[in-house]
Nanobody, 120 residues
Framework: QVDLVQSGGGLVQAGGSLRLSCAAS????????MGWYRQAPGKQRELVAA???????NYANSVKGRFTISRDNAKNTVHLQTNSLKPEDTAVYYC??????????????WGKGTLVTVSS
């Protein structure tokens, strides 16, 4: 069993910043990519940003230049620094990890989600 525990999020005014964090723990041998997804009301879940174990990053066009993803491999954590937030960034943000367990089983795990609300 692998758990992803998220922290951060909340209510912020447009133009503000928030930092989201996610810590993975449990039956972990290795974590490949980690990422952040979001789901706004009435919309499908979408990829916001992802980072490989080697540090290569990928961002949705809508957040490029405003959001920064980072990770600490030693602590199995991933962070999302969100700057210049816009009302359209309002969504539930989910952490995702591509995990290889100590049983050498590869699975994707999800955090429970954290709400980010950006007021205009």
């Amino acid at each position: 069993q692998v758990d992803l525990v998220q922290s951060g999020g909340g209510l912020v005014q447009a133009g503000g910043s928030l930092r989201l964090s996610c810590a993975a723990s449990g039956n972990i041998f290795k974590i490949n990519a980690m990422g952040w997804y979001r789901q706004a009301p009435g919309k499908q879940r979408e990829l916001v940003a992802a980072i490989t174990s080697g540090g290569s990053t990928n961002y949705a066009n809508s957040v490029k230049g405003r959001f920064t993803i980072s990770r600490d491999n030693a602590k199995n954590t991933v962070h999302l620094q969100t700057n210049s937030l816009k009302p359209e960034d309002t969504a539930v943000y989910y952490c995702n990890a591509d995990v290889i367990t100590r049983d050498y089983i590869r699975m994707h795990y999800w955090g429970k989600g954290t709400l980010v609300t950006v007021s205009s």
